[in-house]
């Protein structure tokens, strides 16, 4: 599974991975969701622009692993990336996920040292993605 | 069929299929030269009917594609066209004989056929033959165009008696079944005269005249054929002609939709036709046929009738149901591995369509689908092209991200370790197409903004690819430059491991080919910028640009950009630069040297060696300004790794200034400066070319000689010495620092070489009275005190020093401290050549400090009543501390002698009443030594 945090510039903040070996996969397979989540912005933009939902849902599924989005309303995006075989995480758990990821997302931007667009090093949201990861695995 | 036509889109359906192919030896450019002049016809209106007839060329075509024709007209090879060259008359019956034998390849689909002969002159040339044109040469074919169009017309005819002779099949009579080639074993032996299998039959051909009517450019018909055929085909379930029925319509109304097509730029139409007038022309013909039984069509009227658009509208699939039926035609297709091509280029089709309407969301399912399409084995050149053909499609639609991947694995691909001649150029040229979906460009200024952001993994692999396949290229050239940018600009994201790694590899690979600065420019025309190594080693930019002047030939340290100090034509200027190194490993800068603009300026490189991870170090790189002017100094070059690179400051993260502006002066003179001294520390306050220290005693006289040589190649004009005593509180007696330069003065002007030497006098005559308690002594004692040992310490510290004992502590000397220091500056003002003239001078500075140390002492002081009342005798015990012999004299007495470390009884006849004067008698001592020659 991988968690994966990318900037309005679609350049990542944050990205972690377990297994750690497979890593370069899962940086392809979130890179190229990036496609599908702009375009999906996009499309929100045009259509329905007073929509609050962040949650965009299973972005594709490929064969071994499904792909969840998430953005913000500033435009960060948030990527999960799941295992296919995981049949315990449905669609609630992963929006409960984004939303706690959210959370800590907005605990990170809210510290005064950190600057937007930097990459995070938070270790209070490295624990809580932690703990996510393990949930997710 | 296996071999899918990844270019394929839906206004194909309309077009016929006609081949060009090459007869024996033809040279494959003038082939190409005249397939192009014929590809040029592409659409042909037909005389009389007002229908324009699309053509698709191939110079390849495989002829089991061919067995489809019948699923999809369009596959179907319908006229051949070959190019043959004959010289003699002789070869022609054998040419002619080829051309049957070539025909009968397609034999079977083949409305009409073509033979272009070049080369043949003469009475064979002369026939008069509909199928063959003779041409003198290649170059001599003015009516190729004319012949092409007249065989697209023969086409028509046959094109239009097959459609009116299908479409007017009556449905008693007994229909063909149409099959594809992998049905005609599941149909043996089925009832023929069952309703089902009469019903498929029906359906079936219905498609095939939709197809027909497609083609011969009778759209409305061919749309309600299609939806008869759907009609038909679905209640039978024949799952595979239903989707290709589907697949029709969605065609058809994709071509009434989109006149301009689904191609993009490259399959674009002739905008002669596509424009608006001209394409409801060409809809027109079919629009005036629309009825509920099109088998009873007529093709010959003309006129158009409004009432017709109401039928048209019910025909024509609406936009979003283009996709729903292309989506239900391929789920169709889905059903029957063996159609697997038909439903990979239905996706690409739907895909195309979905670019057209911006959808590019449902757009990326189809693709997606189409990745999963299974086409059994592949050969490597099929699954390159398929790749590329995902990642042309991705890009259409948008999916940038998405298109690199599959551009990325299509590279792969060329080089898969299956491939026994790995194709290393084009990986190499799929590898950059890449980048821009990376968002990595290769040009490293757009990585000195600030902090690196992007997906370092992912594109840290794409240079890594780059490297390898630039060096399987051969272009070591080209690996240097991508290594260098990686090194360069993915520094931050290299673990110890890979920068070993990668530095060897980069040192591998100059040591065949060095990196430069100049632009590497590729044949496709990207042009690879240089890549300077700013960052090995790291210049820091909080210490910014250290420049050393010499025009005082002094070191000065200024950190500013618009430097206040010169330098001097002809002499070496320094510059010194605050560098790390970032590198786990020791780095060999090697050739570092300054980059100017201005001046002609001779850069001596230098070579450092910097300790892995070193903290700040400081660099000085040097060179010589030849002309006099304002130089600028714009960075630095650097060989690192066997690749050079020139780094600029205004490039530099951190860096604020964007180089450095010093004027040059024109040349002086330079001297040299030697002291007959030993050199010592500086002094603390000043900022001194050299300095000298020396001990002295309280009264003693040193001769210091200071020797100058001109090491400069300017003759020294001038000559100016000053001195300035530092400031001290000790009450200095006399002159410190004495000199005649009238001998020196007689020597200028000093040519380049020589010397000059002026001797200095140092004197040091210090008050040291008021340090030894002796008058406490005296008051207590009054006067009747005599013979006392005064209880000085510095009794106690000197006699050791004097009896050369090594009692004496450093810690008491240093409690009592006797020693006074004077400093003083001696400053050297010199002018001479070019630059004397424009008024500027060197300045030389000479610190000298001197210790001085008192050289007698009194231990011991009592009176005695003298012969007169109003005088005492005043008895003191004086102290010789040096090792010489000295002379002590005050007033009105004699002189006394006394030796080294020697002590005598000194009377003096004291004329005042209150010995409480003595203090001030005591200071007027004046104790001169005078050195003992003989030592």
Wanted: charged share 20%; net charge negative; hydrophobic share 35%.
């Amino acid at each position: 599974a991988e968690i994966c945090i990318t900037s309005m510039d679609n350049y990542p903040l944050y990205i972690r991975s377990i297994p750690t070996q497979g890593e370069l996969k899962f940086h392809y397979t979130v890179h190229t969701s990036l496609d599908v989540v702009e375009e999906k912005i996009s499309g929100v933009g045009k259509a329905l622009a007073d929509q609050r939902e962040l949650y965009l849902g299973l972005l594709y599924p490929t064969e071994d692993y499904k792909v969840y989005g998430y953005v913000t309303n500033s435009k960060v995006k948030f990527v999960i990336v799941v295992d296919s075989s995981n049949t315990s995480l449905r669609d609630n758990e992963i929006r409960s996920m984004f939303r706690k990821l959210h959370n800590s997302f907005t605990d990170v931007m809210c510290n005064p040292f950190y600057n937007p667009g930097d990459p995070i090093q938070s270790k209070a949201f490295d624990s809580i993605v932690s703990t996510m990861m393990v949930q997710a695995c | 069929m296996s071999v899918p036509d990844y270019m394929q889109c839906a206004e194909d359906h309309q077009t016929v299929l006609v081949v060009v192919q090459p007869m024996g030896i033809v040279p494959e450019d003038q082939f190409f030269r005249i397939y192009k002049r014929i590809t040029g016809v592409s659409q042909v209106s037909i005389r009389d009917s007002q229908r324009v007839l699309f053509i698709r060329y191939r110079h390849h075509y495989p002829p089991e594609n061919n067995d489809w024709g019948d699923f999809q007209t369009h596959r179907k090879v319908v006229g051949l066209i070959s190019v043959t060259s004959c010289t003699t008359a002789k070869e022609w019956p054998q040419t002619s004989e080829r051309f049957h034998g070539q025909k009968e390849v397609f034999g079977s689909t083949l409305y009409d056929s073509r033979l272009l002969v070049f080369g043949l002159q003469g009475e064979v040339a002369e026939q008069q033959r509909t199928d063959v044109a003779f041409y003198p040469s290649y170059d001599d074919c003015p009516d190729v165009e004319k012949r092409v169009e007249d065989f697209v017309e023969s086409i028509f005819i046959v094109l239009e008696s097959k459609r009116l002779d299908r479409a007017t099949d009556k449905s008693g009579d007994k229909i063909q079944l149409l099959c594809v080639p992998f049905e005609k074993k599941d149909f043996v032996g089925l009832d023929t005269d069952s309703r089902h299998y009469k019903k498929r039959c029906q359906g079936r051909m219905r498609k095939h005249v939709g197809d027909l009517c497609l083609q011969a450019g009778m759209l409305q018909d061919a749309l309600v054929h299609y939806h008869m055929a759907v009609e038909l085909l679905r209640s039978v379930n024949d799952f595979l002609w239903l989707g290709a029925a589907l697949e029709g319509l969605c065609s058809a109304s994709v071509i009434f939709h989109y006149p301009g097509g689904t191609a993009g730029k490259s399959g674009a139409r002739k905008p002669g036709v596509s424009s608006a007038a001209d394409a409801g022309k060409r809809h027109r013909p079919g629009a005036q046929e629309v009825l509920i039984d099109p088998g009873a069509l007529t093709t010959n009227g003309i006129s158009a009738d409004t009432s017709t658009e109401i039928g048209r509208a019910k025909n024509c699939l609406s936009q979003e149901d283009i996709i729903e039926k292309y989506k239900e035609a391929i789920s169709n297709y889905g059903k029957y591995k063996s159609a697997g091509v038909i439903e990979l280029e239905a996706c690409i089709k739907a895909v195309r369509v979905l670019a057209i309407q911006k959808r590019a969301m449902e757009a990326s399912e189809f693709l997606q689908n189409a990745v999963y399409i299974n086409l059994g084995q592949l050969s490597e050149e099929e699954k390159i092209q398929r790749y590329s053909v995902l990642s042309e499609l991705y890009e259409l639609i948008g999916f940038h991200r998405k298109s690199a991947f599959f551009k990325r694995v299509a590279a792969m691909q060329c080089v898969a370790p299956t491939i026994p001649e790995p194709g290393w150029k084009a990986c190499y040229k799929l590898l950059l197409e890449t980048l821009p979906g990376y968002s990595l460009s290769l040009d490293p200024k757009d990585f000195s903004k600030g902090t690196h952001r992007g997906w370092a993994a992912v594109q840290l692999r794409l240079l890594h690819e780059l490297v390898y396949a630039s060096r399987r290229m051969g272009n070591p050239g080209l690996s240097v430059r991508h290594l260098s940018f990686l090194l360069q600009t993915m520094l931050d994201f290299l673990s110890d491991q890979e920068k070993k790694e990668v530095t060897q590899s980069l040192e591998n690979y100059t040591s065949k080919c060095p990196g430069g600065m100049e632009v590497i420019s590729l044949p496709d025309g990207l042009k690879l910028p240089p890549v300077p190594f700013t960052k090995l080693p790291i210049l820091n930019a909080f210490l910014s640009l250290c420049i050393y002047t010499v025009l005082l030939f002094i070191d000065v340290c200024v950190c500013v950009c618009v430097a206040d100090f010169q330098w001097v034509q002809g002499d070496v200027c320094e510059v010194q630069l605050m560098v790390y190194n970032p590198m786990p490993f020791e780095l060999r800068v090697e050739n570092m040297g300054l980059l100017t603009s201005g001046v002609d300026f001779e850069s001596l490189p230098a070579a450092l060696s910097l300790p892995a991870e070193s903290g700040l170090y400081p660099v000085t790189l040097v060179g010589v300004p030849r002309t006099a002017g304002n130089i600028t100094i714009n960075g630095y070059h650097t060989s690192v790794f066997g690749v050079s690179s020139d780094c600029l400051l205004e490039g530099l993260v951190g860096v604020k200034s964007s180089g450095c502006m010093v004027e040059v002066v024109p040349s002086l003179p330079r001297l040299q400066l030697c002291t007959s001294l030993p050199r010592s520390a500086h002094l603390s306050s000043e900022d001194l070319s050299t300095s000298v220290s020396l001990q002295l005693f309280n009264g003693e006289t040193q001769q210091l000689t200071i020797t100058l040589e001109n090491i400069g190649a300017e003759m020294l004009n001038t000559l100016e010495l000053t001195s300035k005593t530092l400031s001290t509180k000790e009450k200095l007696f006399g002159e410190f620092l004495t000199w005649d330069l009238q001998d020196a003065l007689s020597h200028l002007p000093l040519k380049s070489g020589q010397s000059v030497s002026i001797p200095v006098n140092i004197s040091a005559k210090l008050d040291f009275s008021g340090q030894e308690n002796l008058l406490h002594d005296l008051n207590d004692d009054g006067i009747s005190v005599t013979g006392l040992p005064v209880s000085s310490p510095l009794r106690q510290v000197l006699k050791p020093r004097a009896e050369n004992k090594p009692v004496g502590t450093d810690a008491s000397k240093n409690e009592f401290n006797h020693v006074k220091t004077l400093e003083a500056v001696l400053t050297f003002k010199y002018s001479g050549g070019a630059g004397q003239v424009e008024g500027y001078y060197r300045e030389l500075s000479l610190g000298v400090r001197v210790d001085v140390e008192p050289s007698v002492f009194f231990t011991r002081v009592s009176t005695l009543p003298a012969t007169s009342t109003r005088q005492c005798h005043l008895l003191l015990d004086v102290f010789n501390s040096t090792e010489h012999e000295l002379t002590l004299s005050a007033k009105n007495n004699q002189d006394l002698v006394l030796h080294a470390s020697e002590c005598q009884r000194y009377m003096h006849t004291h004329t005042h009443t209150h010995t409480h004067t003595l203090s001030h008698t005591d200071s007027s001592f004046i104790c001169e030594m005078y050195r003992c020659l003989s030592g």
